[in-house]
């Protein structure tokens, strides 16, 4: 999308070339801003250079070449900030032992921003605690550093459809205590039509951390449901459904399954746990959702062993899909490390198949076997366990499938597959909340 005639284009810098930073960089970009992705991994920065995009996201590496006219990167400061208006960070805020945020890689921006030489706005995407913005406010004061503005702009991006939207995004958040502050940010995003909230840093940082733990919340909640669906006979997909359907509720993210994941969610909802925890409120409802996704994950062990009986020693287990969710390789707080541990620790031979996010779950569980291909990771098993749900596997030869494994027994993780077709096909099918 190029920017339409008429406006500026800006110098942007964005700090950190991960996953977040570079979907930032490219699209910005594309906007027909003039962009600096920055990283201080010269070996990423170097790969970058060379137009090799260090993570698996549809449609990134194309959008990174189309603007390479206006997309530079480097791992050198000086050459990223000499002359940007906007710096935008991007670095990651991983989870501490207790859930909270950890915010070394945001504060390392902070430190080595450049000293006075003009006005620059501050855009902080990672996601951080709120009341984040005013310390670092503060503390930029302290240094001298009132000629850098701050402003929140938090991301919603999903991975696997990043680039989408970020172009056509449901809102765009942009939080500054200078109102002027907050129309440059949005200004950037000029040539996006969507709803625009301009408010103040820390709503900004609330709004971030809400949407997520609700969204958390609505699928620890209708995976509840489908445990008293299977325990009363009543299917969680139509129940789904017919919830959905009331405009107060909504169809989206009601897909019952076994348990979330990602870089986000889990990590998200703990801190806002957290972060509750500290400001001396007891936050009840997180603490469940939490509970019951972890629970939920190991749900299916039970249906494995209500099959095959309670000793999984030696029985050989596959595993389709290891991404915590399809179009992408991240295996963060994936459903399949938990289960597979699970069935390690059983004594089970588990073997896995994933269309790209072998490499990363071999570096964590070595003891997992891994399979060229979702026919032959399921040859000899007598169970299955769909945990991701790429199209692949939807359409897999199923019939094929039932020839090679030792029992045809399915459990299907995610309400992906049409239960008729394979019971028809000779297998024991077992949802999430489906009718038995
Ligand atoms: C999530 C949010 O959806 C984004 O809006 C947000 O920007 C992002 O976190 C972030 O904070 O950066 P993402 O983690 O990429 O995005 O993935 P989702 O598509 O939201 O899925 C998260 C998990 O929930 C997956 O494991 C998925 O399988 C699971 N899920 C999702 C369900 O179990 N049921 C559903 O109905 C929907």
């Not at 006979?233 to 993210?253: E, Q, W």
Request: charged residues 25%.
């Amino acid at each position: 999308m190029a920017k339409p005639k008429g406006t500026t284009a800006e110098r942007v810098t964005v700090v950190g070339a991960g996953y977040v930073g570079l979907v930032t960089a490219a699209s910005l970009a594309d906007l027909g801003h003039q962009v600096i992705s920055m990283d201080i991994d010269s070996e990423r920065i170097g790969r970058l250079q060379d137009g090799d995009i260090p993570i698996f996201e549809p449609g990134l590496a194309e959008l990174v070449e189309k603007n390479r006219p206006r997309l530079t990167f480097t791992d050198d400061p000086t050459v990223a900030y000499a002359d940007s208006e906007f710096i935008y960070i991007c670095v990651d805020t991983p989870p501490t032992h207790s859930g909270d945020a950890d915010l070394s890689r945001v504060w390392n921006v902070v430190d080595n921003l450049p000293p006075q030489d003009g006005e620059r706005i501050l855009v902080i995407k990672s996601t951080v605690p709120v009341g984040t913005g005013a310390v670092i406010r503060n503390e930029l004061n302290r240094r001298g550093y009132e000629h850098i503005h701050y402003s929140s702009n938090p991301e919603f991006l999903r991975e696997g459809t990043a680039l989408q939207d970020f172009m056509r995004p449901d809102r765009i958040v942009v939080g500054a205590d200078d109102p002027t502050v907050a129309r440059k940010v949005a200004s950037l995003y000029d040539a996006i039509e969507t709803e625009l909230v301009l408010t103040n840093v820390a709503s900004a940082e609330m709004i971030k951390y809400a949407s997520n733990a609700f969204l958390a919340t609505k699928i620890s909640f209708i995976n509840e449901i489908a445990n008293v669906c299977e325990a009363t006979g009543a299917d969680v997909t139509t129940v789904a459904h017919g919830m959905g359907l009331d405009p107060r509720i909504g169809p989206h993210f009601l897909q019952a399954g076994i348990g979330y994941g990602g870089s986000c969610f889990p990590k998200d909802v703990s801190a806002l746990k957290q972060l509750a925890g500290n400001s001396g409120y007891h936050f009840q409802l997180l603490t469940a959702v939490i509970e019951v996704n972890e629970l939920q994950k190991r749900r299916v062990i039970g249906k494995i062993k209500e099959a095959l009986g309670e000793d999984l020693h030696d029985r050989r287990i596959a595993l389709l899909g290891l991404a915590f969710k399809p179009n992408t390789d991240d295996i963060r707080e994936a459903s399949a490390i938990v289960l597979a541990g699970r069935l390690l620790a059983e004594g089970a031979r588990v073997v896995a198949y994933d269309p790209v996010a072998i490499p990363n779950t071999r570096a964590v569980l070595p003891a997992v076997e891994y399979a060229d291909s979702a026919l032959q990771a399921l040859e000899g098993a007598e169970a299955c366990v769909l945990v991701t749900e790429w199209p692949e596997f939807i359409h897999l030869d199923w019939e094929r499938a039932a020839d090679l494994m030792q029992k045809p027994l399915v459990v299907d993780g995610r309400n992906a597959l049409d239960p008729d077709t394979l019971r028809r096909l000779g297998f024991r099918y077992e949802g999430v909340g489906r009718k038995p």
